[in-house]
């Protein structure tokens, strides 16, 4: 792609801030991406361990380990921390490294408002963690926020709005930083549809950020004025209209689907090329499926509020746009399994998640087309079957394709090669864990088993008890995603500029580990 | 547009100014 990297090591002329101070001042993209990535890895740990507590509690009927409140502050805060604190934390941090590496450009437009868009992230995880010793504990209305609930709670519920508006705002830095870096600081020649899909998809996220999380800011300040001023946006003793809450807040939401999922397709479209040794299938195809995907995530939310009830004609209009994105997520995945035919394939780590997330993200999709059918919807409305297709969507499609992701860049980043044999350990327990897990969700759903209970009928134990095991499983295997990062960080087998025999793009072209800074002059792409 | 870096802060005040709208309008929305 480019004649040359150019890429050196830290001037002699200028002195970097060492210890806590290089991390608190950097803005540099690398080291900021990095603070990103290990900030979502502490709270994939938080929430995980939270995840534990719900299965241990739901190992069997009746209630074992702990009270039905602390429970649903569980679940709540298991959903909001793996939102806000994991999967999109994660995702910055491959755009903070990646995006700068794949244009050829020597940072981040705006290196200062990308410090600031990653550090107020860990007062807001305070203000969400802090919240379980306040009076009443935390938040415990579900992530959705809904009122009457959210207007009801303790303190906690304040923080929790606090923490949404500094998350919120951090996005929206962060999108506006990535938007301009991708527009304003290509290398030459690098035209858009040149552009690895990777910073596509995560164009189109940050458009998506952008639009919504005002929307989601404006909801929760309505929500924070009903708690302490005396307004009445939501409350439906003072005129208000709790379901406007819901068609609000799934305005912002819905398209929030989208931005945990849209980077995981980017770094899927980067992957399966590599290993296929083959180029992506339809490229262009690619592109304008993900920005028909963005498009059409506007005019779907109220599939979430059928049962809140709604015009016929409302409900047609929801459920046949919610089916329309399959036409360009289809063309996503049938483009993934044309570059996977006939290629040279190899499968390493990276490339068992990136299947892996084809297989089982498609499971989620066509869960996700069931529940788009109304009469269908109203019977599974909260129900565990719901659960099961949303965690098919996150875990197997965005989680995994993070973990793709790192093992993918790990040795750019460290300039070790990680463990091949401790990653396809961590694959497999993770891949067979995590089905143990949410698959027999779909049969409780089913069965009528509703979601966000401590406590549930007889007939539901034997899936709930093969559901925990599987959790477990699933939990402990990523102990092993510990110990390979922390080892491969500590030390390895020297890794080539071009880790991978098939890997494409600007990115390769300077030497592993990354230089401190590259690309100070810009390469000029062919 | 490529290597025009002066015009990054266009591009960042334009994105700032619909996000900040968004927010007005999603308040003025639940004002109605």
Known sequence: MSDAAHAHDDHGHHA??????????????????????????IMLFVAGTMALLIRAELFQPGLQLMHPDFFNQLTTMHGLIMIFGVIMPAFSGFANWQVPLMLGAPDMAFPRMNNWAFWVLP??????????????????GGWTMYPPLFIQGGISYDLTILAVHIMGLSSIMGSINIVTTILNMRAPGLTLMKMPLFCWTWLITAYLLIATMPVL??????????????????NAAGGGDPVMFQHIFWFFAHPEVYILILPAFGIVSQVIPTFARKPLFGYAS?????????????????????TTGMPVAGQLFFMFSTMLIAVPTGVKVFNWVATMWKGSMTFETPMLFAIAFVCLFTIGGFSGLVLAIAPVDIQLQDTYYVVAHFHYVLVSGALFSIFAGIYYWLPKWTGHMYNETLGKWHFWLSAIGMNIVFFPMHFLGLAGMPRRIPDYAL????????????????????????????????????????????????????????PYHTFEIAPVVK | MAGNRNSKYRTAAILAVIALGLFLYTLYAGLK
């Not at chain 1, 210890?19 to 290990?38: A, C, P, Q, V």
């Not at chain 1, 007062?123 to 415990?140: D, K, Q």
């Not at chain 1, 800011?217 to 939501?234: I, Q």
């Not at chain 1, 008890?465 to 990523?478: H, K, L, P, R, Y």
């Open chain 1, 123 to 140: 007062v807001a995880a305070f203000f969400l963690m802090a919240s379980f010793w306040l009076p009443g504990g935390a938040v415990a």
């Open chain 1, 217 to 234: 800011a404006g909801a929760v300040t309505m929500l924070l004025t009903d708690r302490n001023f005396g307004t009445h946006f939501f």
């Open chain 1, 459 to 514: 007939q539901f134990t034997e899936f709930n008890q093969i559901a925990t095991v599987g959790a477990f499983i699933f939990g402990f295997s990523q102990l092993i995603f510990l110990v390979i990062v922390l080892k491969t960080i500590k030390g390895g087998a020297k890794a080539p500029a071009r880790v991978w025999e098939g890997a494409e793009g600007l990115e390769w072209t300077v030497p592993s580990p990354a």
């Open chain 1, 16 to 41: 970097h801030p060492t210890g806590i101070m290089r991390w608190l001042s950097t803005t540099n993209h690398k080291d900021i991406g990095t603070l990103y990535l290990f900030f979502a890895l």
């Open chain 1, 286 to 306: 690619m592109v304008y499926a993900t920005a028909s995907i963005a498009i059409l995530s506007f005019v779907v939310w109220a599939h979430h509020m059928f």
